[in-house]
């Protein structure tokens, strides 16, 4: 009996000493000239999500917020002695209203607040691919390309050399099936450094983003469909988030200088879709 009470009384003395430790230990941390300063801060750098913005059955991506992650910042900073900005480790805060958890929904631009702009070309045939491509690498502009299923199937060695480019299914001619949608998909994921995430449609067509959303894929409506006069419409219509469809012709490739030092001229600047879609800060 007396060794049990013995054993019990030893028990309690360990647990009560782990408990007193960890209990020394948060009063030395909170007490820690680090951590005082990092709770002073906390405030100042979070910075609070932003929703995205709806109407009807169109959506805006909105934007992460950020916080400051107390514990994996001190432990950052208690391992160089010193409180320092660039070591403050950030949680990420969703917005509550988001493209992710609306992908019924047709993207019709980017969050203003990023101050960007992308250009897409139909990419159905090499006719104009070159001086396209030529004028992109010369003014250092990434393109994002629509490409058609018969166009990636005839052409996949060529995509895969192509750098700097982001690549997205076009399905037949902007007709998407399960099976090109599917296969397309997945060849171009495979050969090139973008993910294949996004259905473009010129029309708000429900079977396209019923079809996509199936397939955890976002559907994109631009919001400027170039048909004709390319710089002109695009100059009577650019706004920041905008994103700009055109097709490969002659007064596309013809006009796409211009255009890219107008875009750049309003402080814009000219990106990737996965870029300017991202709900990152």
Do not use: W
Not at 75 to 82: A, D, R
Request: charged share 25%.
């Amino acid at each position: 009996m007396k060794k049990i009470v013995k054993l019990t009384g030893l028990i309690a003395l360990i647990i009560f000493s782990f408990f007193y430790t960890d209990k020394v230990v948060d009063v030395i941390r909170e007490n820690d000239s680090l951590m005082i300063e990092l709770e002073n801060v906390k405030d100042e750098y979070k910075i609070e999500a932003i929703n995205g913005t709806i109407k009807g059955n169109t959506i805006i991506p909105g934007l992460n917020g950020k916080s400051i992650n107390i514990e994996k910042s001190y432990k950052k900073m208690h391992e160089k002695g010193i409180f320092d900005k660039e070591l403050i480790q950030y949680d990420k805060i969703t917005p509550k209203i988001s493209i992710t958890n609306n992908k019924d929904k047709f993207i019709v631009g980017g969050n203003s607040k990023k101050n960007m702009v992308s250009i897409i070309f139909i990419l159905e045939n090499d006719k104009y691919l070159e001086r396209i491509e030529n004028i992109a690498t010369s003014k250092e502009v990434v393109i994002n390309y629509l490409v058609t299923y018969e166009y990636l199937v005839n052409n996949s060695t060529l995509i895969t050399k192509m750098s700097n480019r982001e690549f997205y299914n076009y399905g037949s001619s902007g007709e998407y099936t399960p099976d090109n949608l599917i296969f397309a998909n997945n060849l171009l994921s495979r050969i090139t450094d973008n993910e294949a995430i996004y259905c473009i449609t010129k029309t708000k067509d429900k079977n396209i983003t019923k079809l996509c959303s199936e397939n955890n894929l976002y559907t994109i409506k631009p919001n400027i469909i170039v048909k004709s006069d390319p710089y002109n419409e695009i100059k009577k219509k650019l706004e920041p988030g905008s994103i700009i469809l055109m097709e490969m012709n002659n007064d596309s490739s013809v006009e796409l200088g211009i255009i890219i030092d107008y875009i750049r001229g309003k402080g814009l600047n000219i990106t990737s879709l996965s870029n300017h879609l991202s709900e990152e800060l």
